[in-house]
């Protein structure tokens, strides 16, 4: 399957079981002119396969498999509620990333499609481990994410929500308006994430989050 070059529309099929999640990301990709949906006929001509499951377990690798089995299908897989899959067994599959359901913006939609699309072969990224700290503890038992051989530090779930709104733009005293904090507090925050992750500034830190699939 060949890769994407930068600024050519990326193709995109998308299978989701239930019928408002598939509705949501059809949505995502209308909203994106650099994103054309393939229907489900020409899957096999995909850039980018997105799947919706609920658990994400060795059955939705199956499925995977089912949906395409041309070599070189890409997949850029939703999770609702948890990861369970062998990550070895999800990359030869065909996974290139992997996004929750609860922070799949339209924004963060278009770039993973966009990335699992245009990317060469890498190793395993960092977004495929279920490093997303979102207000279900069971998922944050797992926020330890590899990246260059070490384990990225763990970010609690304040942190996670003020690098997330600054990576949407926000300012501090719209994000201490939004979570309900002082803008100090916002401050007192986002400096402790900072430190945390050992960046210099907002944008490293944001930066770094991202790359390392913590945001």
Not at 100 to 110: L, R
Request: charged share 25%.
């Amino acid at each position: 399957m060949p890769r994407q070059a930068v600024g050519e529309t990326v193709r995109v099929a998308i299978h989701a079981p239930a019928p408002l999640v598939r509705a949501g990301l059809a949505g995502f990709v209308a909203l994106d002119p650099r994103l054309h949906e393939l229907p489900r006929a020409r899957i096999g001509e995909a850039d980018a396969i997105v799947v919706a499951v609920d658990v994400a377990d060795a059955s939705a690798l199956d499925l995977l498999h089912r949906l395409c089995d041309k070599p070189g299908a890409r997949f850029l897989v939703v999770v609702g509620r948890k990861w369970r899959a062998d990550l070895s067994a999800a990359r030869q599959r065909g996974v290139r990333a992997v996004v929750w359901w609860d922070f799949c913006s339209p924004d963060v939609f278009a770039r993973s499609v966009r990335a699992v699309a245009g990317s060469e072969e890498t190793p395993l990224p960092s977004q495929l481990t279920p490093g997303r700290p979102a207000r279900n503890p069971e998922r944050a038992e797992h926020h330890v994410v590899a990246s260059r051989g070490r384990a990225e530090p763990r970010l609690d779930a304040r942190e996670v929500d003020v690098l997330r709104l600054i990576a949407e733009g926000k300012q501090c005293d719209e994000i201490a308006l939004e979570l309900s904090y002082s803008e100090r507090t916002v401050r007192y925050i986002l400096y402790g994430a900072m430190k945390r992750l050992r960046t210099r500034n907002r944008a490293h830190a944001v930066s770094h989050a991202i790359r390392a699939g913590l945001i």
